[in-house]
């Protein structure tokens, strides 16, 4: 109401008022999904855990010795793509964190 009283329209209350405010508190949420997304399904359709497992597969079937290497490569893979795309999300949400809304809590 105070900024429909300023004189800004509907879409300008929206978007100066309200969108700052839910994008600034759902980002944590956000975060979650996205890790949530990233490991039940594939990254953009270029990177599939389906396709990464077959290549470790056929890599410990062609050479026993390299089964746990390749394992662990994979592993490590998704571990890289999700801490690089939580820190990416963290890294937004400090920039766009209220002032002062840590100490209240």
């Given at each position: 109401?105070?900024?429909?009283?300023?004189?800004?329209?509907?879409?300008?209350?929206?978007?100066?008022?309200?969108?700052?405010?839910?994008?600034?508190?759902?980002?944590?949420?956000?975060?979650?999904?996205?890790?949530?997304?990233?490991?039940?399904?594939?990254?953009?359709?270029?990177?599939?855990?389906?396709?990464?497992?077959q290549k470790a597969r056929f890599i410990s079937s062609r050479e026993f010795p390299l089964t746990f290497p390749a394992y662990v490569t994979v592993a490590i893979l998704f571990l890289f793509l999700t801490y690089a795309g939580l820190f990416l999300l963290g890294k937004i949400e400090k920039r766009l964190r209220i002032p002062g809304l840590e100490a209240r809590r």
């Amino acid at each position: 109401m105070a900024a429909r009283a300023l004189g800004l329209s509907a879409f300008g209350t929206i978007r100066y008022v309200l969108l700052p405010q839910a994008l600034r508190l759902s980002l944590a949420g956000w975060g979650n999904e996205f890790a949530v997304v990233l490991k039940d399904t594939t990254l953009a359709y270029a990177i599939g855990v389906v396709e990464v497992m077959q290549k470790a597969r056929f890599i410990s079937s062609r050479e026993f010795p390299l089964t746990f290497p390749a394992y662990v490569t994979v592993a490590i893979l998704f571990l890289f793509l999700t801490y690089a795309g939580l820190f990416l999300l963290g890294k937004i949400e400090k920039r766009l964190r209220i002032p002062g809304l840590e100490a209240r809590r």
